[in-house]
């Protein structure tokens, strides 16, 4: 059995620690570092597989002896990969492309552990309210769009863009609970309410 600081999670991202604590885990954060370009005609779930795997494999080479937890979400658009917003401009056209319409978000999560990889796959249908110019420019002006996937955060004023979904809300926001739990189970970790 690992202790409960045993946990490094590879990531940068606020969301991810803040969903890791919210079910009873102690964890470290070491962010990886990788390359997160498409490769040519990659498909959207074998990129995302890949991104986490590869932050997971940056992190679990410094930290052999411990479980490390990585995940990567991407927006989904007519089978294109949507990432971060360039820049401001970029993130306005964006919730353009996605006012009105359905999109998908998938999120992978790896987690290694003993030399093994374990991988999980959440994946969500997001229905988009239609949006206004205005509404779009002040939701950019907000500055919440600048570093999410598909230029905007569901946890935050972009909630009300959001009609519907089918899925999971936590895999949207970044790491979907009830997948992690299930993968930190794996390593026996105890996970959940204590
Ligand atoms: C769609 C959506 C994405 N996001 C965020 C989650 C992720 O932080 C980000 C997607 O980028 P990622 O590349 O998955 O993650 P990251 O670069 O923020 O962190 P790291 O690679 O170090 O783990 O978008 C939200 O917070 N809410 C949302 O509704």
Redesign the pocket.
């Known amino acids: 059995m690992y202790q409960k600081a045993a946990l490094i999670?590879?990531?940068?991202?606020?969301?991810?620690a803040e969903l890791l604590a919210q079910i009873g885990v102690s964890f470290q954060v070491v962010?990886?570092?990788?390359d997160?370009t498409p490769a040519n005609g990659e498909q959207p779930n074998a990129y995302?597989k890949r991104?986490a795997m590869e932050?997971v494999a940056a992190v679990a080479k410094l930290y052999a002896d411990r479980v490390v937890l990585?995940?990567?979400?991407?927006?989904i658009v007519d089978g294109e990969i949507w990432?971060?917003p360039l820049n401001r401009q970029h993130a306005k056209v964006m919730l353009n492309g996605l006012s009105g319409r359905q999109h998908q978000?998938v999120?992978a999560i790896a987690v290694h552990y003993d030399g093994n990889v374990e991988l999980a796959v959440s994946e969500t249908e997001?229905l988009f309210a239609v949006l206004t110019d205005q509404q779009i420019d002040r939701y950019v002006a907000t500055g919440e769009a600048d570093?999410?996937?598909?230029a905007?955060?569901?946890?935050?004023a972009?909630g009300c863009f959001v009609e519907r979904l089918n899925g999971s809300y936590f895999g949207?926001?970044?790491?979907p609970l009830y997948e992690t739990a299930v993968l930190l189970g794996k390593t026996g970790m105890t996970v959940g309410p204590r």
């Open positions: 999670l590879a990531s940068a991202s606020p969301r991810r962010p990886a570092n990788i997160e995302v991104m932050k990585a995940a990567d979400t991407s927006v990432g971060k978000v999120t997001v570093d999410k996937a598909g905007y955060g569901i946890q935050g972009a949207v926001m970044g790491l």
